[in-house]
């Protein structure tokens, strides 16, 4: 069985935008590196229901989104649209297929923004938002807040954690796209939120902190849209006393296990959770230095990581029954890999 996955990247050296690659199950191993469509800094991409994919862009000192037509899956793929509208480019960027909405979380600007879908395709802005406050301890914190993801909620409120103000906020969102804060919760100093989780069948989330090497269990209140910690615990050994910077986070379909990229450690963390707990299980090697995104295929038996400094994908076996990864595939060339997204 062949299965497809959209490579968001950075464009600093090989790279020219975003790529594709397939997984063979029946063969385990990921084949057939092929180019999308050219980009600057495309690295986050979304896949809407209707085929559209749509990514963060960059053009000189300016940023925004552009969209891809994949229905055809003829490559390279056509250009729809592109609205360079931000002074650089964003960090994230996801679909809200119900509202016909599209969300992007600018980190260098402090912005968070909603851009409604028109019916010719085409998008225009229809809100944007910048976070102020009181920033955390860290180096990374001192220039200011620092919106690093922005997603639905369960309940289809939208949630931003916020790196720089070690905050997480929840946003009411009408059909227009036009934000209404609704909570904030503030993390320990210097946590660094980054992206977060939810559970499928439970009230709870899984946020990781980037600056803190930390992942927070939480409590999701769908009737208030507020969080509130329930533990938290290391991504990486007590005795690492080197750099590290937590990334990506992905949860299992049956809720029993998270998973999260460890960049310095260069390490996949593992871990058993339940709606109040999590428990490391595993770190195993990324085979490669600065692992960004990583994804799980339809059946979770199979996880593809990609490498951003050393250019390479690794492909790892899943049991689904203990949550664990084995290696199987390492050094599949990559340029400048940062986001997997499958199609």
């Known amino acids: 069985m062949i299965e497809q996955f959209y490579i968001g990247t950075y464009t600093h050296k090989t790279s020219k935008g975003v790529y594709q690659l397939d997984l063979n199950s029946d063969a385990k191993q990921i084949e057939n590196l092929q180019f999308v469509g050219p980009a600057g800094n495309p690295t986050y991409v979304a896949l809407s229901k209707n085929g559209k994919l749509y990514m963060v862009d960059k053009e000189n000192d300016g940023g925004g989104v552009q969209i891809f037509d994949a229905a055809s899956m003829s490559l390279p793929l056509t250009p729809v649209d592109r609205v360079i509208d931000q002074d650089t480019n964003p960090a994230y960027i996801t679909v809200d297929d119900n509202r ?155 809720d029993n296990y998270v998973y999260v990229s460890n960049r310095g450690h260069n390490s996949l963390a593992v871990f058993q959770v339940t709606d109040s707990d999590a428990e ?41 029954e203990t949550g664990k990864l084995t290696m199987v595939q390492k050094d599949f060339e990559v340029p400048e890999g940062v986001c997997v997204c499958p199609e």
Not at 112 to 121: E, K, P, R, V
């Open 100 to 254: 016909h909405l599209v969300y992007t979380a600018n980190y260098h600007t402090a912005e968070i923004s909603t851009y409604a879908i028109q019916s010719d395709g085409l998008l225009k802005l229809a809100d944007r938002v910048t976070h102020s406050g009181q920033v955390g301890p860290k180096n990374e914190q001192a220039d200011g807040p620092h919106p690093h993801f922005m997603d639905l909620t369960p309940d289809n409120r939208v949630v931003v954690c916020d790196l720089g103000l070690d905050r997480v906020f929840v946003y009411d969102v009408d059909d227009q796209g036009s934000l209404a804060k609704v909570s904030e919760l503030a993390l320990e100093p210097g946590f660094g939120p980054r992206h977060i989780v939810f559970a499928h069948d439970a009230d709870t989330a899984y946020l990781v902190g980037e600056l803190s090497s930390k992942l927070a269990v939480l409590h999701y209140n769908r009737e208030t849209g507020e969080f509130t910690v329930q533990k938290i615990v290391r991504t990486i050994p007590d005795d690492w006393t080197a750099h590290n910077g937590a990334a990506a986070i992905r949860i299992s379909a049956d």
């Open 280 to 320: 490391l299980i595993q770190l195993i090697s990324s085979e490669g230095d600065f692992p960004r995104d990583f994804n799980l295929n339809q059946d979770e038996t199979f996880l593809i990581l990609v490498n951003q400094n050393t250019d390479n994908a690794t492909l790892y076996t899943r049991n689904p």
